[in-house]
């Protein structure tokens, strides 16, 4: 995939820009915008299946997706929403919100099984 977009802009290397949010962009609320898209918005539709009922009375089953990204990084809730753009890394923010699926996917297996009694 990254290899297509960055020929598609005849780019002859892969850069990590292409894929990344390079500049500090609040959203309309004012949160950091790939942060709401990355993990706010997640993390809105899943709390509110589990603990507003939206599983109904099946027993749910949650499949969440991440990517390694989240690797490259220890967890840290201070570098989730950051909107100071001389703070601001994409590539940083990228990793901050993939590591923090993976803390969440952890939260949701133990709300899922409780769920499942």
């Not at 892969?14 to 915008?33: A, D, K, N």
């Not at 709401?36 to 099946?58: D, K, P």
């Not at 940083?92 to 969440?104: C, E």
């Amino acid at each position: 995939m990254r290899e297509q977009i960055a020929t598609e802009r005849g780019a002859t290397h892969t850069p990590s820009r292409v894929l990344f949010q390079v500049h500090c962009s609040p959203s309309s609320e004012g949160r950091e915008y790939t942060f709401a898209t990355n993990l706010l918005t997640h993390h809105v539709l899943t709390e509110a299946l589990i603990h507003g009922g939206g599983f109904g009375s099946q027993k749910p089953l949650l499949i969440n997706m991440t990517s390694g990204g989240g690797y490259n990084v220890a967890p840290n809730t201070g570098r989730l929403n950051v909107k100071d753009p001389k703070k601001y890394n994409g590539t940083l923010a990228y990793g901050f919100h993939k590591r923090a699926q993976m803390v969440l996917s952890r939260w949701w297996l133990f709300w899922t099984r409780k769920l499942r009694r």
